[in-house]
T-cell receptor, first 113, second 115 residues
Framework: GQQVMQIPQYQHVQEGEDFTTYCNSSTTLSNIQWYKQRPGGHPVFLIQLVKSGEVKKQKRLTFQFGEAKKNSSLHITATQTTDVGTYFCAGSRLGTGFQKLVFGTGTRLLVSP | EAGVAQSPRYKIIEKRQSVAFWCNPISGHATLYWYQQILGQGPKLLIQFQNNGVVDDSQLPKDRFSAERLKGVDSTLKIQPAKLEDSAVYLC?????????????FGSGTRLTVV
């Protein structure tokens, strides 16, 4: 079945440092979504990428979808303590007319002040 | 807009007992999902409804798990009998449509502990 892996599993940075998490799918995706889950919380939708090579920015966050639509990345510039949480990518492969979202393994980010 | 409502927030049961979780999605969202999230892992899809019909239950352990969505709105997920490995957070999510990719809105989840 479809697998979505993320690296690294965990990263600890000092506030102000940059952070990147990478997402790789075993199959070609129709779209990819990114979610943030704070400790003890639930996943919150951040963004969706649909086009090959697409790049989107949200303030200090930059999201990229690979040319082959099998990988993606999330880059945070100048991390803040509010960025703490686990970041999940979730890939969708269209099948039988409905979207089936498979979540990645997640990258846990810890930011020290 | 009101979010996805789930109850209860926490539940502790003994193995072999039964338990049920309830979810009320965002009004107008046709698609409803139940995910299981084991500590330290990503959410795993259990079942997906479009209105009141099941579109994907391939990863639902049907010998012990069941789910229904009456009238295409609220949904319940039941486990009977529970096993120790069912300890997890059960997340309900909804989205506008399954054919068009939309972000999911998740509820706060039900944390189940099986002892």
């Amino acid at each position: 079945g479809q697998q979505v892996m993320q690296i690294p599993q965990y990263q600890h940075v000092q506030e102000g440092e940059d952070f990147t998490t990478y997402c790789n799918s075993s199959t070609t995706l129709s779209n990819i979504q990114w979610y943030k889950q704070r400790p003890g919380g639930h996943p919150v939708f951040l963004i969706q990428l649909v086009k090959s090579g697409e790049v989107k920015k949200q303030k200090r966050l930059t999201f990229q979808f690979g040319e082959a639509k099998k990988n993606s990345s999330l880059h945070i510039t100048a991390t803040q303590t509010t960025d703490v949480g686990t970041y999940f990518c979730a890939g969708s492969r269209l099948g039988t007319g409905f979207q089936k979202l498979v979540f990645g393994t997640g990258t846990r980010l810890l930011v020290s002040p | 807009e009101a979010g996805v409502a789930q109850s209860p927030r926490y539940k502790i049961i003994e193995k072999r007992q039964s338990v049920a979780f309830w979810c009320n999605p965002i009004s107008g969202h046709a698609t409803l999902y139940w995910y299981q999230q084991i500590l330290g892992q990503g959410p795993k899809l259990l079942i997906q409804f479009q209105n009141n019909g099941v579109v994907d239950d391939s990863q639902l352990p049907k010998d012990r798990f069941s789910a229904e969505r009456l009238k295409g709105v609220d949904s319940t997920l039941k486990i009977q009998p529970a096993k120790l490995e069912d300890s997890a957070v059960y997340l309900c999510a909804s989205s506008l449509d399954t054919g068009i990719p939309y972000g999911y809105t998740f509820g706060s989840g039900t944390r189940l502990t099986v002892v």
